[in-house]
């Protein structure tokens, strides 16, 4: 089956910097790749997602690229605010049931 | 409702008890996934409904956990003869499709196994 390992599992900044969550996955036919936010003691929410048939997707401060050939997708966040402490999940899915395998998280923590 | 529910929020059981975790999902929401959440952990998949069958039960670690989703809509997960490594966050997330898109999680439901 899928294994998804991600990189760091925590990551302290300070307030403006940019933070980058790395992720790698080992099935090759993966080709959904959404991330979630999880606040503490709160539910996973989708933040960003990205298919195989792009190489990058934006969305304000938050951006996913994604690397087919060397297997490996990643979530850059420019100018951190103290809100964005949270911990971050990767996943990876496929057609079929898109059945999406999680990373381990990495716990961002924005110093103010 | 607005969102996915679950209930209870929290049990406690004794080891050797049976528990049963229920799931609302969004409404008109076919797909169906429950998740087990350790602490530190990422979810990890249990089960997924599509519909009122089980598509994929792959994740269930042994046959003392079972999920049943009879009309399609509402989920509950039965864990039978509980033992202190079932405790645990549990979580279900239900999508729109069966395409790859946003799974929508619920609060979860965190158990303990004295």
């Known amino acids: 089956g899928e294994n998804v390992e991600q990189h760091p599992s925590t990551l302290s900044v300070q307030e403006g910097d940019s933070a980058v969550i790395k992720c790698t996955y080992s099935?090759?036919?993966?080709?959904?790749f959404p991330w979630y936010k999880q606040e503490l003691g709160k539910r996973p929410q989708l933040i960003i997602d990205?298919?195989?048939?792009?190489g990058e997707k934006k969305d304000q401060r938050i951006a996913v690229t994604l690397n087919k050939t060397a297997k490996h997708f990643s979530l850059h966040i420019t100018e951190t605010q103290p809100e964005d402490s949270a911990v971050y999940f990767c996943?990876?899915?496929?057609?079929?049931?898109?059945?999406?395998?999680f990373g381990r998280g990495t716990s961002l923590i924005v110093h103010p | 409702g607005a969102g996915v529910s679950q209930t209870p929020s929290n049990k406690v059981t004794e080891k050797g008890k049976y528990v049963e975790l229920r799931c609302d999902p969004i409404?008109?929401?076919?797909?169906l996934y429950w998740y087990r959440q350790s602490l530190g952990q990422g979810p990890e998949f249990l089960i997924y409904?599509?519909?009122?069958?089980?598509?994929?039960d792959s994740g269930l670690p042994n046959d003392r956990f079972f999920a049943v989703r009879p009309e399609g809509s509402v989920s509950t997960l039965k864990i039978q003869r509980t033992e202190r490594g079932d405790s645990a966050v549990y979580l279900c997330?239900?999508?729109?499709?069966?395409?790859?898109?946003?799974?929508?999680f619920g609060e979860g439901s965190r158990l303990t196994v004295l």
């Open positions: 997330a239900s999508s729109r499709t069966d395409i790859g898109g946003e799974l929508f």
């Open positions: 099935d090759s036919a993966s080709n959904y």
């Open positions: 990205i298919r195989s048939n792009v």
């Open positions: 996943a990876a899915s496929k057609g079929g049931s898109y059945i999406p395998t």
């Open positions: 409404s008109g929401h076919t797909a």
């Open positions: 409904f599509q519909g009122t069958g089980a598509a994929d």
